[in-house]
């Protein structure tokens, strides 16, 4: 066999082993998962407007991160679409869990209020006088049966307690509800931010009147 024959057969082997191969590398290609794109991350901004009929005081406030049960423990953004069944949303989530969130803005808000000498973390270095503990029981985006667009609820338990007593003095739950414009998650969180600015405001005031009033009641006559 010539030269030139060894290496024509040589030429259309490599061919004929490349022409099976790469039609299984393309193939390949097309079994991997494309990347995910990155979740858009939402934030709820604090309270900074209140009433005029809040008082002052001159005592210190303890906060707890709210308790909530393990659907609402997490950064995913809720939604009920039935009266047994919870999800999430995709493509969204907190800046961080929807408890810690929160505290973090009520924190904010009671500051924001002018009304109170010192607010934080219960427990820390500061001296508190009373305690607020909190507990989240609806915090979700709910669609009633046809909607096109949601309803946002937002439901916070509070307790005042005295220190170092640890007595409860007052326990009240505040709830709002608000319908957003349509279904875009942008139009759903501004419903989240506007009930959770209603909550807070109240819990604001509550707490602060509620302290009040009862130093006044315990007061000598």
């Given at each position: 066999m010539s030269k030139r024959n060894s290496a024509e057969i040589s030429r259309r082997g490599l061919l004929a082993g490349t022409g099976t191969l790469l039609p299984l590398a393309f193939a390949g290609c097309g079994v991997l998962p494309e990347p995910m794109p990155p979740e858009q991350l939402y934030r709820l901004s604090p309270k900074s407007t209140f009433s005029d009929d809040i008082p002052a005081v001159?005592?210190?406030?303890?906060?707890?991160?709210?308790?909530a049960p393990a659907g609402l423990n997490s950064?995913?953004?809720a939604v009920v679409r039935g009266e047994l069944t919870m999800d999430y949303y995709s493509g969204?989530?907190?800046i961080?869990?929807?408890p810690s969130m929160v505290y973090r803005l009520l924190i904010e808000s009671f500051e924001n209020s002018g009304k109170i000498v010192g607010v934080g973390r219960s427990g820390a270095s500061l001296r508190t006088d009373f305690?607020?503990?909190t507990e989240m029981r609806e915090f979700q985006a709910e669609y009633a049966d046809g909607a096109s667009h949601p309803t946002?609820?937002?439901?916070?338990?509070?307790?005042?307690?005295?220190k170092p007593q640890r007595i409860i003095l007052a326990s009240e739950a505040f709830e709002a509800v608000h319908?957003?414009?349509?279904?875009?998650i942008e139009s759903i969180v501004k419903s989240f931010d506007l009930a959770l600015g209603s909550v807070m405001k109240r819990i604001v005031g509550w707490t602060l009147k509620s302290a009040v009033a009862i130093q006044s009641d315990r007061s000598p006559a």
């Open positions: 001159g005592w210190q406030l303890g906060l707890e991160t709210p308790l950064a995913r953004i969204a989530k907190w961080d869990t929807a305690e607020l503990r946002v609820r937002v439901r916070i338990n509070c307790k005042l307690i005295k319908e957003a414009r349509d279904n875009r």
